[in-house]
């Protein structure tokens, strides 16, 4: 069997399996990335890079969930230190655009630290929030505002 007969062969089983499993308006994404992901078997990956990629794109599958149902609603992103105390001109600043932001409509998505993060999720509210935290050995825990809410989305 030659390379290029082995493509096709490679090619008809991903369409027959995408048509029978993955049917919809995303079928020939699915396809490609069906075939991406043969050639990187094909390839060699290494197993930490293919495990890298599994949970890279499990994580995003989960965020694309966690986000969908508000996918109408804009956002704003707050950056910020988790280090600014409370009573910090700066955290008060934080407070004050999140709650603006959050009564003309917008939703707050911030790292879920403390400081200016939980700041924002404090001035628009759990329920206009979103945290996104990567999980590092050295840093501080999730913000108590947003630690249990199901908008919550960690990754590594």
């Known amino acids: 069997m030659t390379a290029r007969s082995a493509s096709n062969d490679r090619d008809r089983a991903i369409k027959q399996f995408a048509r029978q499993h993955l049917s919809g308006p995303n079928q020939d994404l699915y396809e490609q990335m069906l075939v ?12 930490g ?20 149902p508000y996918r109408e609603t804009r956002k704003v992103s707050i950056f910020g ?29 911030t790292g879920a630290g403390d400081g200016i993060m939980k700041a924002g999720h404090g001035g628009a509210g759990a329920e ?9 050995p050295f840093e501080q825990r999730t ?5 249990e809410d199901p908008k919550l989305v960690n990754f590594r």
């Open 36 to 47: 991406t992901l043969c050639r990187l078997a094909r390839d060699g990956a290494d197993r």
């Open 49 to 68: 890079d293919v495990k890298l990629l599994h949970k890279s794109l499990a994580e995003l599958r989960y965020a694309m969930k966690v986000f969908a």
């Open 81 to 109: 230190s988790s280090r600014t105390p409370e009573g910090h001109p700066d955290y008060q600043a934080a407070v004050e655009f999140a709650r603006g932001m959050c009564e003309s409509g917008w939703m707050v998505i």
């Open 128 to 136: 206009a929030s979103f945290g996104v935290a990567i999980r590092l």
């Open 143 to 147: 913000n108590d505002i947003i630690a």
